[in-house]
């Protein structure tokens, strides 16, 4: 085995041009396929987060008095599961709005009256999907003293929408940037071959096996695979750790929810498919040359 890998090294450092090529396009594939992944796991979290459990803000009639709590609160429990219920009154809330904006601007301290309602804040427990947490919304609105309720339904709708679109896309892309590394590292294996025919055709009249004789090729198509999966995710974890930081957290007032990097379940399924690609490459390529 030492000697097929010490083979294979020989070739990549006599092709360098040819090796590069290919493992910069492994790696570009793998780019691809890792933004879509990254992109999947952290959207079906912001979806599992909120049907484990979001929040919602239902904000009060003017003509509402602490009097009608009671009665309101029993209403909404009435209707669903609710995990918890916090009464937000007007006062508070313009006090907390001012405390917040204050170093921004002055334009709240010159108000007559307080234009913000009253207001109950709601953790909503465990819902199978997104519709359900729709229908809950709507029964609560239907309450008489309700005016409004929000739960992040316009930004979550429209991000259902882009997580179903971005889905066919990722497929497509992946397919496709799949099939252009798999014909380039055939390739690549293919021009190596040749530029060591007459090599191979002297060990085939001593008496070398198959075996002996391709086995450098795929250890060579598995170090491009390897290493191509290597770079790909070197360069999506360097762009995720420069986005990332600067991403606003605007989210997390309705869900709870933190972007993250590939799982290492996902890296480890990454890199051993990247290494896959390689091989099979070569042998695609063999086994049209080595009828």
Known sequence: MTHFVKKALADIRLNRFLNLITII?????????????????????????????GRAMIYLKSDFSLDMLPDLKAKINALGDIDDMVFI?????????????????????????NPLPDALE????????????????????KIEIVEEVEY??????????????????GYGMCTLFFLIALFITANTVRLAFYSRKIEVEVMRLVGATETFIKAPFYVEGL???????ILGLMVLLITYLSVSSGIDQSLASY???????????????????STFLGWFGCYLSLKQILK
């Not at 492994?26 to 909120?50: C, G, K, Q």
């Not at 709601?122 to 609105?141: C, D, G, P, W």
């Open 255 to 273: 869900i709870y929810f933190d972007i993250r990097f590939l799982s290492l379940k996902i890296i480890l399924l990454i890199i051993f498919g």
């Open 223 to 229: 170090l491009q695979g390897f290493f191509g999966g």
């Open 152 to 169: 992040g339904q316009g930004w979550l709708g429209k991000f259902l929408k882009i997580f179903n679109l971005f889905k066919i896309t």
């Open 25 to 53: 396009t492994i790696s570009l594939s793998i780019l691809v396929v890792s933004v879509f992944l990254l992109f999947f796991e952290n959207a079906s979290r912001v979806i599992e987060s909120w049907n484990q459990g």
């Open 122 to 141: 709601i953790r909503i427990k465990t819902y199978n999907s997104f519709e359900e947490v729709q229908k809950f919304a709507q029964s609560i609105k």
């Open 89 to 113: 009154s007007k006062t508070q809330a313009i006090d907390k709005l001012k405390k917040e904006m204050s170093s921004r601007t002055t334009f709240l301290e010159t108000l007559n009256e």
